[in-house]
T-cell receptor, first 110, second 116 residues
Framework: QKEVEQDPGPLSVPEGAIVSLNCTYSNSAFQYFMWYRQYSRKGPELLMYTYSSGNKEDGRFTAQVDKSSKYISLFIRDSQPSDSATYLCASLNRDDKIIFGKGTRLHILP | DAGVIQSPRHEVTEMGQEVTLRCKPISGHDYLFWYRQTMMRGLELLIYFNNNVPIDDSGMPEDRFSAKMPNASFSTLKIQPSEPRDSAVYFC??????????????FGPGTRLTVT
């Protein structure tokens, strides 16, 4: 079982909709969780990070971690065509290495 | 700052040839990472350096892969001999990690390698 898993998509939603992106992780010892955004033919860039459980909000983006179910979520409100990208969830393992999911491709339809 | 710089952006080579990928990290960053991204396996860490010293190379797939960081502003990833299964996008990333709570890596644009 891969340590961090996510549905590859693609996920297509109309502009303005709320987007929900999800990941699961296998190791209950993971404490730090991140979301990276990757535009086509670009390198990933950090969107948000959270520590342990709970929510973190930054503008239209909300990251949520549920440690009891080992579930990581990213919500995007008022989605825009410029949000179309691949979203990678990630966690920091006990060796301080970032373990990435394979990414979910998101298309926001104008 | 110009960000992490990688060269070349695209590389097409024949099986058996030596390939050298180059990276210039962000000035002042003390960590440098090499990743490989494929559709099948996603983004995988190959090796990372701290203050120019290799810390963990457990992700390097085989002895055909080697990486060096001769100084704080330059690193290379070499594949010799290259094989078609090495075709992927190779990313270099750097970070300045002074505490785990701000663990952020800055990625370069990647080198798209095709081995025929």
């Amino acid at each position: 079982q891969k340590e961090v898993e996510q549905d590859p998509g693609p996920l297509s939603v109309p502009e303005g909709a709320i987007v929900s992106l999800n990941c699961t992780y296998s190791n209950s010892a993971f404490q730090y969780f991140m979301w990276y955004r990757q535009y086509s033919r670009k390198g990933p860039e950090l969107l948000m990070y959270t520590y342990s459980s709970g929510n973190k909000e930054d503008g239209r983006f909300t990251a949520q971690v549920d440690k009891s179910s080992k579930y990581i979520s990213l919500f995007i409100r008022d989605s825009q065509p410029s949000d179309s990208a691949t979203y990678l969830c990630a966690s920091l393992n006990r060796d301080d290495k970032i373990i990435f999911g394979k990414g979910t491709r998101l298309h926001i339809l104008p | 700052d110009a960000g992490v710089i990688q060269s070349p952006r695209h590389e097409v080579t024949e099986m058996g040839q030596e390939v050298t990928l180059r990276c210039k990290p962000i000035s002042g960053h003390d960590y440098l990472f090499w990743y490989r991204q494929t559709m099948m396996r996603g983004l995988e860490l190959l090796i990372y350096f701290n203050n120019n010293v290799p810390i963990d190379d457990s992700g390097m797939p085989e002895d055909r892969f080697s990486a060096k960081m001769p100084n704080a502003s330059f690193s290379t990833l070499k594949i010799q001999p290259s094989e078609p299964r090495d075709s992927a996008v190779y990313f270099c990333a750097s970070s300045f990690t002074y505490s785990l709570s701000t663990y952020e890596q800055y990625f370069g644009p990647g080198t798209r390698l095709t081995v025929t």
